[in-house]
């Protein structure tokens, strides 16, 4: 038995897909090699760090979707008007039709609008709190112990989302008591005025097709803590995430490990092309955790 052996049964599992098994296996073998100390996180949050499906199999809440459910105990209507957007914009998200260059626009526009409306109603931090508290943003299974051991570990994780930043922190908090001090968090960013209500949105915006050195500032601190951190373990649910690792400065392999929650033949095939493997169908953090715990055992072992 080998150091890899465990991985290797999860890659043979009928819902795990690999394009070229070879490549994975040899990044797989250097990223181990290298140990915990040299490897970051770089993950989406939306479907990736968080369920798609819940254990009943309803559809889980996305970041701003916390806003579609509960707008309207603030704002009679307003999920309304969220849903409305969806309605427009979630077909274009996806059309295979369309490039990315095509899609850009009308994901700003959507973005712009959704933001726009948030401001518009007032919310309070307090209120906030209160939708994520009983929405259905909910990790993925296995995750809390996931990050918890990535805390011991030192190991930086860098979630890079479209979606609401501020919502990744309150859950982040209500479920670990604080946002771990090894997370960074690159998303929609809220600002607050003097009576506490959402006035703004940080800039520049983050859609889903923008996720790369274009919309990272240089001067973040979380730039340091992936100092001499050459291997990246990256996660997401879509195309979009691909290239997260675009602007992090790094020289070792990237791994990225895809989740293909609402499964196709033709998302299946471009999720092969950009991502080393593809899990489909799977809400549990199995074959991350499963990563990081053999470099931690090479690293001990080595020691």
Known sequence: MTILSPLDTLLSL????????????????????????????ITDFDYTLS?????????????????????????????????DLKNIY????FDPHMTIEEKTPHMEDWWNTSH????????????????VRKSRVLLRSGAESWLRGLQSSKVPVVIFSAGVGDVIEIK??????QVP?????????????????????????????????????????????VEARPNVLLMG???????????????????????????????????LHGYDIVIINDQTINIPETITKLATVAQKTRV
Request: aromatic share 10%.
């Open 116 to 131: 726009g409306y948030i401001v518009s109603a007032g919310f309070t931090r307090h209120d906030i709190e209160g939708f």
């Open 90 to 93: 979630y077909p274009i998200e």
């Open 237 to 271: 649910d879509s195309l979009g995430d691909v290239h997260m690792d675009v602007g992090i400065d790094h020289q070792g392999h990237t791994l990225r490990v895809g989740y293909l929650n609402f499964p196709s033949d033709h998302l299946l095939e471009k999720f």
């Open 14 to 41: 009928s819902y795990v897909k690999c394009r070229d098994r070879a490549l994975v296996e040899r990044k797989l073998r250097d990223i181990v090699a290298d140990g915990i100390d040299k490897l970051m996180v």
């Open 181 to 225: 001090p090894n997370v960074h968090i690159l998303g929609n960013l809220m600002s607050y005025d003097a009576k506490g209500k959402v006035c703004a949105f940080s800039e520049p915006l983050i859609h889903t097709f923008c996720k790369n050195s274009s919309v990272i500032d240089k001067a973040a601190p979380f730039h340091r803590a």
């Open 172 to 177: 982040l908090q209500q479920q670990f008591g």
């Open 51 to 83: 369920r798609a499906i819940d254990e009943e199999g309803e559809r889980c809440s996305t970041t701003h979707g916390v806003f579609d459910a509960f707008a309207d105990e603030i704002q009679p209507g307003l999920s309304r008007k969220f849903t």
